[in-house]
């Protein structure tokens, strides 16, 4: 159960939903990768036309500022890249089209490791019921790994019109802190976190995105013994 070693991987892939989804859930992990030199990249399957409360914003705006904040965690954690795929926020469905999406992006940038969100609703605790664009978003991810990306007759266009060869992800971790069997210590690097998520000012207050990245991270470092830890479940492709 305790920490197990990452250092054989040298490229990984981030799919979530939402602009700020990876920073609460890997962004610790993230910043460890990137110190260490791999190759680290984003997918943000969402426009995040609808993360506000202010009515008065249009969606154009939402879209521009959510954008514009993912750009600058990504440059606080040493990103390679943040792809967004522009599907409309909230309504986001786990269908052939974004299974393709994410195959593309799997083929272009090739990872060892691909992170994702839990592809089912998470029922543990009584304070929230998880958006359906996380499990959605989680879904398409994990069939894309498998069978989309690695097989040639899977969306053939993908190979035959833009060239685009199979790959084989070696392991996929899921975020969160249900059954998990995969720790990583993240102490070195949680100021790096909190300092990413805090670009999200539109979701979050400096002050809440010290205080709870902290604390749910410190809560996960005594399940090892460690100050900071971020929780997986891993999965050991063939």
Not at 151 to 172: A, C, I, M, S, Y
Request: charged fraction near 30%; aromatic fraction near 6%; glycine fraction near 8%.
């Amino acid at each position: 159960m305790g920490e197990n070693n990452d250092m054989e991987i040298s490229r990984a892939m981030v799919v979530v939903a939402h602009a700020d989804d990876a920073e609460w859930g890997c962004a610790g992990t993230v910043a460890r990768w990137c110190a260490e030199g791999k190759h680290v990249v984003y997918v943000i399957c969402t426009d995040g036309s609808k993360g506000t409360s202010d009515a008065s914003m249009s969606p154009e705006e939402v879209i521009a500022s959510r954008r514009e904040e993912q750009e600058e965690a990504g440059r606080v954690l040493g990103l390679a890249d943040v792809v967004f795929l522009g599907f409309p926020d909230a309504y986001l469905q786990s269908n052939l089209e974004l299974r393709k999406a994410i195959t593309r992006q799997i083929r272009i940038h090739r990872p060892d490791v691909l992170v994702c969100m839990n592809p089912v609703r998470n029922l543990d605790g009584d304070g929230y019921i998880d958006h359906p664009d996380h499990f959605a978003s989680g879904d398409a991810a994990m069939g894309a790994v498998y069978p989309s990306a690695r097989d040639p007759l899977t969306f053939p266009d993908l190979l035959v019109e833009e060239g685009l060869e199979p790959h084989k992800v070696r392991e996929v971790w899921v975020m969160g802190r249900t059954h998990p069997d995969h720790f990583v210590d993240v102490t070195e690097h949680i100021e790096t976190a909190v300092e990413a998520l805090r670009a999200h000012r539109s979701q979050v207050s400096p002050e809440a995105a010290d205080r709870h990245l902290k604390e749910w991270r410190r809560r996960d470092g005594a399940r090892i013994g460690a100050e900071y830890v971020e929780v997986f479940k891993r999965f050991r492709l063939g």
